[in-house]
């Protein structure tokens, strides 16, 4: 069974440029997270999608972080424009259900902003 | 709110010796889950071991086992005979009734030869 598939694996961008993150998770997994790692951190929760709705996104800085999820598959996270603060892990995550599964987590995306 | 405290930021330890690793976290909930991830250089999070707050006795998994203290807030994991694969950053975790997990610091565990 495939895992969960993000690209890129790095990114590096100068500040106030768009940079966008791609996740495939699963193959029928209903619920899809993003997290955030800053270095030396555990994970946060930016959001989490049910099928193809967010239904917790109170961590997603909304003035520039914005994501989808189309068909309840595949999902993009989006950073415009992007500021030095946003260097981080970027991790997306699965799971069948969300109270009592288990969310396996794809390699995810280093980005640099400079 | 819930909080995950891990108070080790650096855990070494020969081949073949035991390491334990500590996690503290506060919650007024009763029925919880608990959870260690190891996360090695390639960044993937891997599920090492859960444990249900309802169950008394400590989950283990091979070498991975979990001493779950619910009344002193505690979750400490020990890794026996330890392999240099073994190396990782590892997370202790909270996931309450909202189903929303709440990650610690993390602990750099290194093995050496």
């Known amino acids: 069974e495939a895992g969960v598939v993000q690209s890129p694996r790095y990114k590096i961008i100068e500040k106030k440029q768009p940079v966008a993150f791609w996740c495939n998770p699963i193959?029928?997994?209903?619920?899809l997270y993003w997290y955030r790692q800053n270095l030396g951190q555990g994970p946060e929760l930016l959001i989490r999608?049910?099928?193809?709705?967010?239904?917790?996104d109170s961590q997603l800085p909304k003035d520039r972080f914005s994501a989808e999820r189309l068909k309840g598959v595949d999902s993009t996270l989006k950073i415009q424009p992007a500021e030095l603060g946003d260097s981080a892990v970027y991790l997306c995550?699965?799971?069948?259900?969300?109270?009592?599964?288990?969310?396996?987590f794809g390699p995810g995306t280093r980005l640099t902003v400079l | 709110a819930q909080t995950v405290t891990q108070s080790q930021p650096e855990m070494s330890v020969q081949e073949a010796e035991t390491v334990t690793l500590s996690c503290t976290y506060d919650?007024?909930?009763?029925?919880?889950?608990l959870f260690w991830y190891k996360q090695p250089p390639s960044r993937q999070m891997i599920l090492v071991i859960r444990?249900?707050?309802?169950?008394?006795q400590n989950a283990t998994e091979n070498r991975f086992s979990v001493n779950f203290q619910k009344a002193a807030k505690s979750f400490s994991l020990k890794i026996s005979d330890s392999q240099l694969g073994d190396t990782a950053m590892y997370f202790c975790?909270?996931?309450?009734?909202?189903?929303?997990?709440?990650f610690g610091a993390g602990t750099q565990v290194v093995v050496t030869p």
């Open positions: 995550a699965s799971s069948l259900g969300f109270r009592d599964d288990e969310q396996f």
């Open positions: 193959s029928g997994h209903n619920t």
């Open positions: 999608y049910e099928n193809e709705e967010a239904v917790d």
């Open positions: 919650t007024s909930e009763n029925n919880y889950y």
């Open positions: 444990q249900e707050a309802y169950k008394q």
């Open positions: 975790a909270f996931r309450g009734s909202w189903g929303k997990l709440q």
